[in-house]
């Protein structure tokens, strides 16, 4: 397996979707690429830093009002399936 | 090396509420915009990278959603349908932004090149711990602006809010290969921006 290999592979190996074989495959590569190490582990810090981040989280003052105007617009305009 | 774990979605008595606004029960509605409220926000704000337009797609995706029930035929959950109204509006209102620049999820790059591992220097333990909380939230919100809308919409679906890849593509619209290409591009990507605010600094304290 080479690093281009490797690097194909990375997606399906960080959300655990892959086969048996392959992924004992891709373990051993890790075992002596220390490059392909660092990618992966990083790649998988960036995930994880993204996900806890609370990038972008609704401030409860603006979604009391953005929740206020959604109904109010539903009651005006009905759904069309009534 | 472990994997990454998808965010549990909470179990649902969604059917149930579904159907109630489906018969015009504006309560049951009410309960839907609740439970996905936050989501609709933050996937719009990571594709327009504007809180205005944010808000507008929260407002206009839930009454779009509202006044389409009747078309909903079921086949999906009702938040993969949803996020598919959402991104719609979103990059709608993205386009209207930057009309010079055609946004669509079919962007591709051309090559893999844009992706390839440049920066292998490990990185600090707890790189998070290196900056504060308001200066994390810049320089993530700084990186993720930096890639293409196609990737960082298949980013935040994927990766921020745990959808599946088959519901990513099916809100999408995508194929599951040009999903899966598309995230793996925006992982490399981002891991590669923020490897030089991250990177392990060996003799300093680890800050800029």
């Known amino acids: ?82 | 090396m472990g994997t990454i774990q998808p965010r549990v979605i909470e179990p649902s008595d969604e059917t149930v509420l579904v159907h109630a606004a489906k018969a015009g029960d504006i309560s049951a509605f009410e309960e839907l915009v609740k439970r996905y409220d936050r989501n609709v926000f933050r996937i719009a704000q990571h594709i327009t990278q504007n809180r205005e337009d944010a808000e507008d797609v929260v407002q206009d995706a839930f009454l779009k959603a509202f006044q389409n029930l009747a078309n909903f035929q079921e086949q999906s959950k009702f938040y993969t349908w949803l996020v598919r109204i959402a991104v719609n509006e979103a990059l709608m209102r993205l386009r209207r932004r930057r009309p010079e620049r055609m946004v669509s999820l079919d962007e591709d790059i051309k090559t893999e090149e844009d992706s390839m591992p440049r920066e292998v220097a490990d990185w600090a333990p707890n790189p998070e711990q290196l900056y504060t909380q308001g200066e994390l939230k810049e320089i993530l919100g700084k990186t993720i602006q930096g890639l293409p809308p196609s990737f960082r919409t298949v980013f935040v679906l994927r990766d921020v809010e745990g959808l599946s890849t088959e519901e990513t593509a099916d809100a999408l619209d995508l194929s599951i290969p040009a999903v899966k290409s598309r995230l793996l591009r925006a992982r490399l990507q981002l891991r590669e921006r923020l490897s030089k605010y991250f990177k392990n600094r060996t003799g300093g304290d680890g800050k800029k």
């Open chain 1, 1 to 82: 397996m080479t690093c281009s290999d490797f690097l194909q592979e990375l997606t399906d190996y960080l959300d655990g979707a892959m086969d048996a074989q392959t992924h004992a495959e891709l373990e051993d590569h890790l075992q002596w690429c220390h490059n392909c190490y660092v990618v992966c582990n990083t790649t998988k810090m960036t995930i994880e830093i993204y996900r806890d981040s609370q990038l972008y989280e609704l401030p409860e003052d603006l979604r009391g009002r953005l929740r206020a105007a959604i109904l109010s617009k539903c009651q005006g305009h009905g759904s069309e399936g009534q």
